[in-house]
């Protein structure tokens, strides 16, 4: 079986297939409203209470069932502390003014392997412990920070734009983690998310990509955003 999508809203990257950067059709200039900081900070609790939510379901067999690729949900939740654990360091180094990217994105799937290595002594319920509580502390740094440049492995954009990356992350494996219930979870708002998540790969890659994305995103989150998100990450 495959391994598990890491779900860093890479997924975004791949939204401006279908709409030229050239003028074109009047549905590649549709406005979308605004997300607020109040709107991103929202989603990213959501996914860290859904994430909850769905471990809290799993019976003591169900913690070895393979739920993304070939994960598990305890390998699962090992990764999202590993994830939580990043976003801390990229924002230490963010507040050092360090604005290099921690590591390429194409070393991604390493860097994951040697990180589910270094917590293999978590167990599923106490993952989800970790998780919980350094997830929950970094939007609290984060909300002091919003609007500091940060570096991530595909790019510098702010803390706050980061930040819909982040929730688009907890998200994703929230509907990892609830496939043995069998009731997948669904974000209350996915046109937020994916606009949050969006606006993030944006910046980052700028010029005409980031004008693309910035134009098409909309059109993306009106229509079927969840179930593109989950698409492009290799999900459904």
């Not at 409203?33 to 609790?45: F, G, H, K, M, N």
């Not at 993304?68 to 090992?78: D, F, N």
């Not at 944006?202 to 698409?231: H, K, M, N, S």
């Amino acid at each position: 079986m495959p391994q598990c999508v890491p779900a860093s809203a890479q997924s975004v990257q791949l939204l401006t297939g279908g709409c030229s950067a050239r003028p074109g059709p009047a549905y590649c200039h549709v406005v979308a409203e605004p997300v607020s900081a109040d709107d991103v900070r929202e989603l990213y609790r959501e996914g860290v209470r859904a994430v909850g939510a769905a471990t809290a379901e799993l019976s003591p067999d169900q913690w070895d069932t393979p739920v993304c690729g070939a994960w598990s949900s305890t390998l699962t939740m090992r990764h999202l502390v590993a994830v939580a654990g990043w976003y801390h360091l990229w924002l230490d180094r963010a507040q050092n003014g360090e604005l290099s990217r921690p590591f390429s994105g194409a070393d991604i799937d390493a860097r994951t392997h040697a990180e589910l290595a270094r917590h293999d002594d978590l167990d599923g319920d106490d993952a989800v412990v970790v998780f919980t509580e350094s997830a929950t502390a970094y939007l609290e740094r984060v909300r002091l920070d919003w609007d500091r440049p940060y570096s991530y492995p595909f790019g510098t954009v702010t803390a706050g734009l980061h930040a819909g990356i982040a929730a688009t992350e907890w998200h994703l494996h929230a509907w990892d983690l609830s496939g043995p219930s069998g009731e997948r979870h669904t974000p209350a708002r996915p046109d937020r998310l994916m606009l949050a998540a969006g606006r993030a790969v944006a910046a980052a890659d700028g010029g005409v990509r980031g004008a693309v994305t910035r134009r098409v995103l909309p059109l993306v989150a009106r229509r079927a955003p969840w179930e593109t998100l989950l698409r492009r990450s290799g999900r459904i």
